[in-house]
């Protein structure tokens, strides 16, 4: 065996300690250990860059412009003075570099600079040049005096993460970079190819040697791309190949209900169809009802944007279940929401002669055991419910289906708890989630769940009409509202609540309130925060959904599920505090009646630019996965909701708002080859088995130091 495929060989060389590096010795040793949790070759070279700096080309002073995010200039320091007192006092350079002249300045770290700094040297500087009064300067640019070896620039500067006491100790990315250098001149002999030949010809990456070496060392732009493309390429293929290797599993160790007979889905399609279904609403139909025939255990996500119809598919695939002497469940995650399916549901059950039933926390006794007896004993066809659903006391007597809406208003746990309610074979699982989010994402997150996608409203849906209105049009929105009020609509308004400022911000959703009330005398109001009990809350909804009172004054409590289809007036106030994901939410409360809605966004006169572009997308578009995309553009996906605990931060090359190309192909990759070698036993995909022990093995030991 050579080196390239024995681990054990691979492992001992990278498990050599730090301190045996060139260059490194006991106390920097020390220093990289308790610092960056750096103890060996492999943990360094695994200490990945997060950014790369260009250093491979010099702009000349008289070419700089504004928009430069950082420039290289080599040239001479003049001289250099110290000007200002206290807190302003620093030093200022003078730079040319015989096109012009910049002045370099420093307010920290001036004594050391002092020292440093020679006058009439030459030296290469680095930073975002400004211009203030017709005078470019660079405040606290790198700078380094210009050697033979880097006259020529030519190379990118990896930026690596650090710690304040590495800087201070002067291990800084360059220091890095030279250990680096170190660790990879003698390392190429040790580096084992993680991917399968086949998958480095087809896609045509870079060896994982190059991709290490170039990664840390580019030498050109090219080399960083191809390093960049090959380790992202690598890193995705794991995590899809991991999270579908648990998919198989599932579907091959977990039988499913076997549900082919088709007696009221075909009645209540035939006769009892209140609307056409859309093309979206009919093709995922045929997704679910594919799983249900296989013998297999289903589980699905149904992701559709609010409005798009889910309750009908959920309904349908209820019949699924009940038309093979099984039962199903639907689980919500507030009473609000539980009433509404149950309403909703109970028109279309009792066209069918098919007993329904609502269990809540609410619930009263007597009712609930009457419940729990007609569930055991296989009466009660379906039960819509709220987390009283999963009480060990519930029981079924054959429950076949499980469908959970809001599917992130729940965890794991409780799903699995409802798979547990069938104590022979495992219910048949669909998740609904109506906030969007972009394929990538979904890949990563729901990478074990077959996804269905209703991507389609219904036909003849008025879009909503979103505005952007500053503070001081109040007067003319209000206007606008005692319109809309008169002819018999109804109006949410919602203020933002964010935990921090809860105080504040309760005493701005209660001066709303009071400026509401002044403003629209004898117009009945509601109001709504997570603060209220329970029954208040229940109470102040009902009154809204019966239509007793005209507007609701709430915080983002009503962002869920909520349907009254009498309002088609949505005004969010301080709409600069919300992100896109919780605005589209909060939109979609509307615009579920026959008549044209709004959506008002109120701001200050003062936003920032990010916040212009929330409000202009909001305001261009209604749809939610176009919403989502734009949303991970501008907040990256560690800040997409659910993204937090799914371990999708893992990832430490590959970022998955601009990565969706390679993630396809990953995914593909591991997908082909989990269904033609599962157990990966041909010959080219041993560096796989190699890889994933490794890996393995790699988070034992993390869990053992963390
Ligand atoms: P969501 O996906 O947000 O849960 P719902 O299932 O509540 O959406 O549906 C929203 C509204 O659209 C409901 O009033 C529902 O009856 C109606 N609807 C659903 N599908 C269609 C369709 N194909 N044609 C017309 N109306 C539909
Ligand atoms: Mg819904």
Request: overall charge positive; charged content about 25%; aromatic content about 8%.
């Amino acid at each position: 065996m050579t080196s390239e495929t024995n681990p054990s060989v691979r492992t001992r060389f990278f498990d050599t300690k730090i301190e045996f590096l060139k260059g490194v010795g006991p106390q920097k040793a020390a220093l990289l250990n308790q610092e960056l949790n750096i103890f060996t070759f492999g943990d360094l070279i695994q200490h990945y860059p997060f950014r790369h700096e260009d250093r491979s080309v010099f702009h000349k002073i008289s070419a700089l412009n504004e928009q430069m995010p950082a420039a290289q200039i080599k040239g001479r320091l003049r001289e250099w003075t110290i000007v200002g007192e206290g807190g302003k006092k620093r030093l200022v350079g003078q730079f040319v570099d015989g096109t012009g002249l910049i002045e370099l300045v420093w307010f920290q770290s001036i004594a050391w600079y002092e020292k440093y700094l020679r006058p009439n040297a030459d030296y290469i500087v680095y930073g975002k040049p400004l211009l203030f009064g017709g005078r470019w300067s660079i405040t606290h640019p790198e700078i380094e005096p210009l050697t033979q070896e880097n006259a020529s620039g030519g190379y990118w500067q990896p930026i690596y993460p650090l710690t304040e006491k590495l800087r201070r100790k002067f291990v800084d990315s360059k220091a890095i970079s030279k250990m680096m250098r170190s660790l990879l001149e003698i390392s190429r002999a040790h580096i084992r190819e993680t991917l399968p030949e086949t998958l480095v010809q087809k896609y045509r990456l870079v060896s994982k040697a190059d991709a290490l070496w170039h990664f840390h060392l580019p030498q050109s732009q090219q080399w960083l791309h191809q390093a960049q493309r090959r380790l992202k390429f690598e890193e995705l293929f794991y995590n899809q190949f991991r999270l579908i290797k648990n998919k198989l599993l599932h579907k091959t160790e977990f039988p499913g209900l076997v549900f082919n007979k088709t007696l009221l889905v075909k009645e209540f399609y035939e006769q009892h169809l209140p609307f056409t279904l859309t093309n979206a609403q009919i093709r995922v139909l045929h997704e679910i009802h594919e799983d249900l025939k296989t013998g297999r255990q289903m589980n699905r996500l149904l992701q559709g944007d609010v409005g798009s119809g889910k309750t009908i598919v959920a309904f349908i695939s209820m019949l699924f279940a009940l038309d093979n002497d099984a039962q199903a469940c639907l689980m919500a995650p507030t009473e609000i929401l539980t009433d509404q399916h149950c309403q909703g549901l109970k028109k279309f059950a009792d066209l069918l002669g098919v007993n329904i039933g609502k269990l809540t926390g609410s619930t009263k006794k007597k009712e609930r055991e009457q419940i729990h007896k007609e569930l055991l004993n296989g009466t009660l066809h379906i039960i819509v419910g709220t987390h009283a659903l999963i009480e060990d006391v519930v029981r079924f007597k054959n429950l076949g289906l499980c469908i959970i809406d809001e599917q992130h208003r729940f965890g794991v746990a409780q799903r699995a708890k409802l798979w547990a309610k069938n104590e022979h074979i495992n219910p048949h699982m669909l998740v609904m989630t109506a906030t969007p989010i972009p394929r990538t994402l979904a890949m990563t997150l729901y990478g074990d769940l077959d996804i269905s996608a209703i991507n389609e409203l219904p036909a003849g849906r008025k879009p909503i009409k979103t505005v952007h209105r500053y503070d001081a049009h109040r007067t003319s929105v209000f206007g606008f509202l005692k319109e809309e009020i008169a002819k018999g609509r109804q109006i949410y308004m919602v203020y933002p609540l964010i935990e921090e400022s809860e105080k504040m911000d309760l005493k701005d959703l209660m001066d709303g309130y009071e400026s509401v009330s002044r403003s629209f005398p004898g117009v009945p109001l509601s109001i709504l925060h997570g603060k209220m009990k329970s029954q208040d809350k229940d109470f102040e909804m009902a009154r809204f959904v019966r239509g007793e009172t005209k507007i609701m004054v709430a915080t983002t409590v009503i962002e869920v599920g909520v349907n009254v289809p009498n309002a088609s007036v949505m005004v969010i106030e301080n709409a600069e505090r919300f992100g896109l994901s919780q605005l589209h939410q909060l939109r979609g409360r509307v615009g579920r009646g026959a008549e044209q809605s709004y959506c008002i966004l109120m701001t200050d006169y003062k936003i920032s630019k990010e916040t212009k572009l929330r409000i202009d997308t909001m305001c261009r578009t209604n749809d939610g996965f176009e919403i989502a995309e734009v949303d991970l553009q501008l907040r990256g996906p560690g800040d997409i909701s659910g993204t937090q605990q799914s371990g999708l931060m893992d990832l430490l090359v590959a970022n998955l708002a601009q990565d969706g190309e390679i993630l396809k192909a990953a995914r593909a990759s591991a997908e082909d080859i989990l269904t033609s070698d599962p157990d990966l036993l041909q010959p080219v995909h041993q560096p796989i088995r190699v890889h994933l022990e490794n890996l393995r093995k790699e988070e034992t030991n993390w869990s053992r130091i963390s």
